[in-house]
């Protein structure tokens, strides 16, 4: 083989090396132009916070007061208005009872009407109690029958009534007595009162007499309870009506409602007498 010809050999066979090298070098810079998209998908990625897992307690859905339940919280709502601004019977379509008298027919023994309905009643047996001691004696009458309207069996309406009427009786006994030419009556009348007063007080309890602290509603509850304990068993066991000897209207009547409360088989009637005896006195039925 002459030399010409191996040179040929050598040459063509360098040009096909080279042609090779620039494919594969083509093929280089289409892969790293290729490359550059890979790490921005990547920190698009990373940017995202990662969704929070949803716990069972969040996909349950919230408890809602049903459309009777919202119905009657509302008349609760709007009977409270009314008591706070004095509409206790009137406007007729719009006044506190008409509103808790509703709350108890959807839901009877509601807690929140059943206390608006009693201080309706102490609303007005107190403005009977307040025009009484100003002589209107009429229109304290009038109240009284707005408190029975409101709640007939309320034992705070007879109660008052009775306190009404024995204010009535001392102040005509009081002028029949000035007509009568006696100035010292009146001295005499509170003297005997008080002399009344003070042998039953320090007289010894009797047979159903019970005599609490002066200082009773400064105890604790539970010391509360503990004094009157042995007239609500007695009360329990013999079904007695009772007879409150109470000065303070308030007092006496929180007496009553710790006995009523703890006596489950029937109600306990009561009578509420303003003298500082503080005593109870259990009645013979």
């Keep these: 083989m002459s030399i010409k010809t191996i040179s040929l050999l050598f040459a063509v066979i360098f040009l096909a090396g080279c042609q090779a090298n620039v494919k594969k070098s083509d093929s280089s810079q289409t892969m790293a132009d290729a490359k550059p998209s890979a790490p921005t998908l990547a920190s698009s990625q990373s940017t995202t916070p990662p969704r929070a897992p949803v716990t069972q307690a969040e996909a349950l ?3 809602t ?3 009777y339940e919202s119905l009657t919280d509302k008349l609760v709502k709007q009977g409270q208005q009314a008591l ?3 509409r206790l019977l009137t406007p007729v379509e719009d006044n506190a009872n008409l509103y808790f008298q509703a709350v108890l027919g959807r839901d009877p023994g509601n807690y929140s009407a059943t206390v608006g309905i009693a201080e309706i009643v102490d609303t007005y047996t107190q403005w009977a109690w307040n025009t009484a001691q100003q002589g209107n004696y009429k229109m304290a009458t009038r109240y009284l029958a707005s408190a029975r309207s ?3 069996e309320d034992a705070t309406i007879t109660q008052m009534e009775q306190r009404i009427a024995r204010l ?7 002028v029949a007595r000035q007509k009568a030419a006696q100035p010292s009556a ?3 009348q509170k003297e005997s009162g008080h002399a009344v007063e003070t042998a039953v007080t320090t007289a010894p309890a009797k047979a159903g007499q019970y005599f609490l602290p002066k200082t009773l509603f400064s ?7 503990e004094k009157m304990q042995p ?3 007695k009360v329990k066991k013999d079904k007695n009506d009772i007879a409150i000897y109470w000065p303070n209207d308030k007092e006496a009547r929180l007496i009553y409602q710790i006995i009523n409360s703890r006596v489950v088989d029937f109600r306990v009637r009561a009578m509420i007498y303003h003298r500082s005896d503080y005593m109870v006195e259990l009645q013979q039925n």
């Design 219 to 225: 105890l604790s509850d539970d010391e509360i309870v």
């Design 168 to 174: 009535k009786a001392q102040r005509v006994a009081a």
């Design 65 to 67: 007061m049903t459309a």
């Design 186 to 188: 009146e001295s005499s």
């Design 84 to 86: 706070a601004e004095k």
């Design 150 to 152: 409101a709640n007939p």
């Design 231 to 233: 007239i609500i068993d």
């Design 61 to 63: 859905p919230k408890k």
